[in-house]
């Protein structure tokens, strides 16, 4: 089969969406700065309701990569950037970019060795992060100079910012001790750094590594994935034209965080090239989310299925007004039939004129690269190649390339594609083949089906990934560390089916000795056992892939290769 007609058949019904792309020889911050000249006074974030315009963005982030130079960060350095949905990501994120330093996102939950991992791996020397995360990083022997701490109140408007100041007054917020004292706070850091003039901006290649993002591989070893400047653009552009919603001045919600590919350039560098409004939401709560929802009328949003399952399931959702909606779109995992069914009914309730659409995207891409084109949704389905990406189905482990309706491993290729694992030339080896045609395709470990239209729907992981709430949980890495606790002798980690999660975390131990106390798992013994377990893993594991169900059992069932049978257990758990 031609790789091209695998690629995008579905264009000769559905041409409005170009099959190529232009994409500018430039840098993420320089598509931002263009975006600043261009459109000065439109607003490029709002941040629990202070907004901040695309000139005053572009002047923070010129002068946060002033105070990053005169801390010693230049080209090809590497600094992690550890925090949420706020302000200051955004701008460390654009001032990295500008110097030709590369950002290494990572979640604020990872727990402490995993920050190690990280720190090792990336060979950062700099640190950003907010306030009360910085023991993470200086258990490490990171030095307290260069441990950068934010906190949200630099970024509240003034009068939420002295009831935040009062707030964390009454919690005992106050002076930090220790090395944690030495950590430089944002003003700080800011303090006297004078915003860098044009003449003083490095031309950089927009094809070099710009990013690096976090996502584990079979082993359960976090992998870092290298990405380009070019590839995030690349894909941003891709968004707009595939989306077909965009406007002047549209307001996308950016609940997303921006350490997920999804986050950082769908929600975030999108709205930033092209003069939208990102509302940032640092965490989800359903009244919180709900209160941004109707404060800002917002246009677009993106979300993982977890997120649409509580607007339907909450009454802080119940009484929205949607009409200004002009797409809502869902990744991360598959939507059921039954929920965009549900949803797509929702939307019309509260006056919105569009419908969910699904897509599929891989951090490997940075991040979707398949949509259901806008007109032209097919449920159960998550869409047709975004412009100049190309996906064909072979049959797992060649590159041998299957019928249309045969089941296979998606594979794809495009502008967006990787640069390879950060330390890991074996894994990177597995993952980008170059095939016959010459080109170099992702092997994306998913098994899915391509019809005669294009449509790629989804139907299992050749690895034994657990998505939840639309984060990725590796049972391996979770299992590692069950199983070297003094009293485990054997776990097993599966992801058990959930309303709302899609996906819950549980793990089968088997106690070394026996039973003992817990075997009534109702018992107060067993109760605690479950509470100094997962305390003792919390520092290994982030916090959403924690085990929500620890349950002790006798014995694990085995293949006949001696390994434990997963297919066998997740039968039991479906026949519960």
């Known amino acids: 089969m031609d790789a091209g007609l695998a690629a995008r058949p579905w264009l000769k019904y559905y041409g409005h969406v170009p099959a190529h792309i232009d994409y500018p020889e430039k840098g993420m911050y320089a598509l931002l700065s263009e975006t600043a ?62 110097l030709g330093a590369v950002f290494c996102l990572v979640h604020p939950l990872s727990g402490a060795n995993e920050m190690g991992h990280y720190l090792t791996l990336t060979k950062s020397r700099t640190v950003v992060t907010m306030k009360g995360l910085e023991g993470k990083f200086l258990q490490h022997g990171v030095p307290p100079g260069s441990v950068i701490l934010c906190d949200v109140s630099h970024a509240l408007p003034p009068a939420k910012r002295a009831l935040y100041t009062m707030a964390q007054a009454g919690k005992g917020a106050g002076r930090p001790r220790g090395e944690a004292r030495a950590c430089v706070p944002w003003g700080a850091f800011l303090k006297g750094a004078d915003p860098l003039a044009a003449e003083e901006i490095p031309e950089n290649d927009p094809h070099a590594l710009a990013a690096i993002l976090f996502s584990a591989g079979t082993t359960g070893r976090m992998k870092g994935i290298r990405l380009s400047g070019y590839s995030i653009n690349a894909n941003a552009m891709q968004t707009v034209e595939m989306g077909r919603c965009t406007f002047p001045g549209l307001k996308v919600v950016a609940i997303i965080p921006i350490f997920h590919g999804f986050g950082l350039s769908v929600c975030i560098h999108t709205a930033m090239i092209y ?50 909606l002009t797409g809502v779109f869902s990744g991360g995992d598959v939507v059921s039939p ?29 991040t979707v690269n398949v949509l259901n084109p806008e007109g032209a949704v097919r449920a159960g389905t998550m869409g047709v190649s975004m412009p100049d ?30 640069l390879g694992y950060e330390g890991d030339e074996e894994a990177t080896a597995e993952a980008l083949r170059v095939h016959a045609d010459g080109r170099t395709w992702l092997h994306t470990g998913d098994i899915c089906v391509m019809d005669e239209d294009g449509y790629i729907a989804f139907r299992q992981r050749l690895k034994r990934m657990i998505v939840t709430s639309g984060y990725n949980v590796y049972p391996s890495q979770v299992e590692n560390a069950l199983d070297a606790l003094p009293w485990v002798e054997k776990s097993c980690v599966l992801g058990v089916p959930d309303p709302v999660k899609g996906s819950r975390v ?57 390994k434990t049978d997963v297919q066998k257990l997740m039968e039991r758990e479906a026949a519960r």
């Open 37 to 98: 000249r261009e459109h000065p006074k439109s607003f490029a974030l709002c941040f629990e309701g202070k907004r901040t315009r695309f000139s005053e963005l572009d002047g923070q982030v010129r002068r946060c990569a002033a105070a990053f130079r005169r801390a010693g960060v230049g080209p090809g350095d590497r600094v992690i950037v550890c925090l949420p949905n706020v302000p200051q990501a955004v701008v460390c994120v654009y001032a990295l970019n500008l």
């Open 275 to 324: 003069g939208f409004e990102s509302v940032l939401v640092p965490q989800f709560s359903e009244k919180g989310f709900a209160r941004v929802l109707r404060s800002c009328s917002p246009n677009v949003i993106a979300g993982v299925p977890t997120l649409f399952e509580k607007m339907l399931r909450s009454k802080a959702f119940s009484r929205l007004d949607l009409s200004t």
């Open 338 to 366: 039954s929920l965009k069914a549900r949803f797509d009914r929702y939307l019309i309730e509260r006056g919105a004129h569009v419908e969910l659409r699904e897509g599929y995207g891989t951090t490997e891409c940075v």
């Open 389 to 418: 990406m190309m996906h064909k189905i072979v049959e797992p482990g060649t590159e041998r390339e299957l019928p249309y309706g045969q089941e296979g491993e998606l594979c794809l290729t495009g502008p967006t594609v990787m």
């Open 506 to 562: 549980k793990a089968l131990v088997v106690l070394r000795g026996g039973l003992g106390a817990s075997q009534d798992p109702a018992s107060e013994s067993a109760r605690n056992l479950r509470k100094r377990t997962l305390a003792a893993i919390r520092e290994d594991i982030a916090g959403y892939a924690l085990p929500q169900e620890i349950e002790f059992v006798e014995s694990l069932p085995e293949t006949l290769f001696g």
